[in-house]
Nanobody
Framework: QVQLVESGGGLVQAGGSLRLSCAVS????????MAWFRQAPGKERERVAV????????AYADSLKGRFTISRDNAKNTVYLQMNSLNPEDTAVYYC??????????????WGQGTQVTVSS
């Protein structure tokens, strides 16, 4: 059974930084497509960043480039999201997703429970 546990969220002042962690069990992050999403109140969930090591692929939402960095630690089977220069518009619940890519079939997605990030002005 695949399980994802996010941590690292909290309350931070504008301009500050946070590092979110997503600990994965039941599936190796090195062979999975891992992504961070966020959902603010009243808004749709949006993808923040994705890392897919097998395909040599890392991508970010255009509006976040330069402030957020996604990384992984294979030994800890954990994915991180370093967030710098935070502003109140970054306030949201942040979710981690692990995707098992299956040729010829839709990916199998697993989600964490989310971690709240609140940025005060």
């Amino acid at each position: 059974q695949v399980q994802l546990v996010e941590s690292g969220g909290g309350l931070v002042q504008a301009g500050g930084s946070l590092r979110l962690s997503c600990a994965v069990s039941g599936r190796p992050v090195r062979s999975s497509r891992m992504a961070w999403f966020r959902q603010a109140p009243g808004k749709e969930r949006e993808r923040v960043a994705v890392i897919w090591t097998s395909a040599g692929f890392i991508a970010y939402a255009d509006s976040l480039k330069g402030r957020f960095t996604i990384s992984r630690d294979n030994a800890k089977n954990t994915v991180y999201l370093q967030m710098n220069s935070l502003n109140p518009e970054d306030t949201a619940v942040y979710y981690c997703r692990c995707s098992k890519i299956q040729l010829g079939r839709p990916p199998r997605d697993y989600w964490g429970q989310g971690t709240q990030v609140t940025v005060s002005s």
